[in-house]
């Protein structure tokens, strides 16, 4: 069976299926996406399968999680606060 198909056509095969593989990107239900081909913005995808072009698509992930930052507190002198 295998040897009637030649060795080059399956690697050709096995190329495409992991370049259609790496094209598809997930994003989280808490993530957002914006798209840029080339450098310029493509959009951002609602769904969160998005597929694109692995070399030319690049797709930057934005977290809508809120973010607590703490900081220490600053004491202020009445001088301060005057001026």
């Given at each position: 069976m295998f040897d009637a198909i030649?060795?080059?056509l399956l690697v050709i095969i096995a190329i495409v299926v992991l370049y259609l593989l790496n094209s598809i990107k997930i994003l989280r239900e808490y993530?957002?996406?914006v798209i840029f081909r080339l450098g310029r913005v493509l959009g951002a995808p609602k769904?969160?399968?998005?597929?694109g072009i692995p070399a030319?698509?690049?797709m930057v992930r934005l977290s809508l999680?809120?973010?607590c930052w703490r900081f220490q507190r600053r004491t202020?002198?009445?001088a301060t606060t005057l001026r």
């Open positions: 030649p060795v080059s993530e957002r996406g769904a969160r399968h998005h597929p030319i698509d690049q999680r809120q973010e202020l002198s009445p």
